[in-house]
């Protein structure tokens, strides 16, 4: 069944319980807390355990989004980047990232995303990625398709991967170029990167986004947590694409991650399970 993609805000079909719908809200009112900060000129940085940067957005965006899916979902599980997993009774489990790309924000860039996973049973089943500072939008759910729109007033359409099937004419994008050398996977992103026509590191949510709309052939990921990617898959399939791990499994919780438009995806493994540690 494919949803008409007007109708995100009035699902009367959902199985689950207005969760979809809730999805686009949550993702959009915590993106819009992050625009509060943006470009404010005074913003504080922190230093994480891991040595990756923080902000008083990334904290005030998860806790917003946080709020309002107890409001209304009290027995969810939460998950996200900045504070403990709050577990609940039901079977959903909500997986969030306030700022992918953290490091964009902070340096004024406006590629960061704001990214919202909803999981049942453990898969997840739904997905957001939502560039607040540019209004893109991605949305998908298992069976519904997926659908983009340029801005929040513009009209949804659907998201469709391209259809290059030579690496030769492809784009691949990443994050940040370092971390493959950190995991000994720098030789084997090289070669992937000969082989196709371009690289960029418009990286993280946004990468994934241009693979969904048929920007880019390839979004990798040398380093990634659950909140980083669980949106990825259903959005992903949704337009006709894969994302797995480098192990070629769909699993968002392999440490690494995949996204393309499906007929690249095997060649792409080939190059980067050399540099795996499989």
Request: aromatic residues 8%.
């Amino acid at each position: 069944m494919t949803l008409d993609p007007t109708a995100w805000k009035s699902l009367t079909d959902d199985p689950h319980q207005g969760r979809l719908a809730k999805l686009l809200d949550v993702a959009i009112g915590a993106g819009r807390v992050t625009l509060e900060y943006f470009r404010t000129g005074d913003l504080q940085v922190e230093a994480k355990a891991d040595d990756s940067p923080v902000t008083i957005a990334d904290r005030n965006a998860e806790q917003w989004a946080r709020a309002e899916i107890a409001r209304v979902y009290p027995d969810d599980t939460v998950q996200g980047e900045e504070f403990s997993e709050a577990a609940g009774t039901s079977r959903y489990r909500w997986v969030i990232d306030p700022i992918d790309g953290t490091k964009s924000f902070v340096c004024g860039v406006p590629l960061y995303s704001t990214l919202v996973a909803l999981e049942l049973d453990g898969e997840p089943i739904a997905g957001v990625i939502q560039i607040p500072a540019l209004g893109e939008t991605v949305i998908a759910a298992t069976g519904y398709g997926a659908w983009y729109r340029r801005s929040e007033h513009a009209d949804w359409q659907p998201a469709r991967v391209s259809q290059k099937s030579d690496l030769s004419t492809a784009v691949v994008l990443t994050s940040q170029t370092d971390l493959f050398d950190a995991r000994g996977a720098g030789a084997a992103f090289a070669k992937l990167e000969r082989a196709c026509w371009v690289s960029r590191t418009w990286g993280d949510g946004y990468g994934y986004l241009l693979v969904a709309t048929g920007r880019a052939e390839l979004m990798v990921d040398a380093c990634c947590n659950a909140w980083d990617v669980a949106a990825m898959l259903p959005i992903l399939t949704e337009a006709g694409g894969r994302f797995t791990a480098w192990t070629g499994a769909a699993n968002c919780r392999g440490g690494d991650g995949l996204g393309s438009n499906g007929l690249l995806h095997d060649q792409a493994l080939q190059f980067l399970s050399s540099g795996s540690g499989a």
